[in-house]
């Protein structure tokens, strides 16, 4: 069609300008220029809405302080937006805290009961169907998920607590994991993979071959097969793992923090209250300020899989470039 043809559709400004022509040449054939309702002159129909600020598009990590766990989830996640941010009505979760250890929550090697507790809770409120607690742990499955104080704290809250024995194979599928580098395939465990959301709930941690135990790290528990077999590997394997697990939210508890002889422990005199609850979609964004803690005495660069993690573009490490939200709980 010819542009120039006056049968060729009209933008918004032209159609405007046009109206307010016609209308002004009549009215001064009457003569005199009435107001006219419901127009606006062309540079205020494009003059942005300065009441509504822009939409950030940096990452964005909360972190709350406090004495009482449960409320440190809650004021973390309220920060974010609130639970219905990450799951939907009628959605099933898989909750992935580390309960590898036969040791008691005050000895910091498995994550906080009650942060596990807070966010089945906060999971069941949004409209979550179903949420499904589990861990391939290290030690007797039965001890640890018993001494830890998750499978009660857990079941209380609604969970449905899955126990995982350790010769189970049924439970693991082989798995292609399309942009591995180190990890091409692995047997995963089924009920995460067929999670609509997955939340991970790592208590951040000294490991004595990874540096630090974090998110990334805790992703092992789902793995199936003779994990240990990537020990030589696991700065460039723990970021494979996560580029096919990809969990929704990672809510890292470091209420208490282990800084020596990780990632079992034992010993309380190794164990540090910082009072710190940290959650972030971003899951390299969350180990990174884990381990920008003063208590580890590292940084994140110096942990390989964070590094390794952040430069396949799994998330950030840089800390200054998020939005830190920081709140009381």
């Not at 789902?222 to 394997?237: D, K, N, P, Q």
Request: proline residues 6%; neutral net charge.
């Amino acid at each position: 069609m010819d542009p120039n043809s006056d049968d060729r559709k009209l933008t918004r400004r032209e159609f405007a300008q046009k109206a307010i022509a016609a209308a002004a040449a009549a009215a001064c054939a009457g003569g005199l220029i009435p107001l006219l309702a419901g127009t606006v002159s062309s540079d205020e129909e494009t003059k942005p809405d300065e009441s509504t600020p822009p939409a950030t598009t940096k990452p964005v990590i909360a972190v709350a302080s406090g004495t009482e766990p449960r409320k440190l989830v809650a004021a973390a996640i309220k920060a974010l937006g609130g639970m219905e941010k990450f799951v939907g009505k009628g959605q099933r979760v898989f909750l992935k805290p580390n309960m590898s250890f036969d040791r008691a929550p005050e000895q910091a090697a498995n994550t906080n009961p009650e942060v596990v507790a807070s966010l089945v809770e906060l999971c069941l409120q949004a409209g979550a169907a179903e949420v499904v607690v589990a861990d391939r742990t290290l030690n007797d499955p039965r001890r640890c998920y018993k001494r830890s104080g998750i499978q009660e704290a857990a079941s209380k809250a609604g969970a449905k607590v899955v126990m995982l024995e350790r010769d189970d194979d049924s439970v693991y599928a082989e798995t292609e994991i399309p942009d591995g580098r180190s990890l091409k395939k692995w047997p995963l465990l089924k009920m995460a993979l067929d999670a609509d959301v997955i939340i991970n709930v790592p208590i951040a941690k000294h490991h004595s071959l990874a540096r630090l135990s974090l998110g990334m790290k805790n992703l092992m528990g789902l793995m199936g097969g003779e994990r240990a077999s990537i020990h030589g590997r696991i700065h460039r394997a723990l970021p494979d793992l996560a580029s096919r697990i990809r969990p929704k939210l990672t809510v890292v508890d470091a209420f208490r923090i282990l800084v020596n002889n990780g990632p079992s422990g034992g010993r309380v005199s190794d164990v540090r209250a910082t009072n710190l609850l940290l959650a972030s979609a971003d899951m390299v964004l969350a180990d990174a300020y884990a381990a920008s803690l003063p208590e580890f005495g590292v940084k994140p660069a110096d942990i390989g899989y964070i590094k390794t993690a952040a430069e396949i573009g799994l998330g950030t490490m840089d800390i200054a470039a998020a939005e830190v939200i920081k709140v009381g709980g």
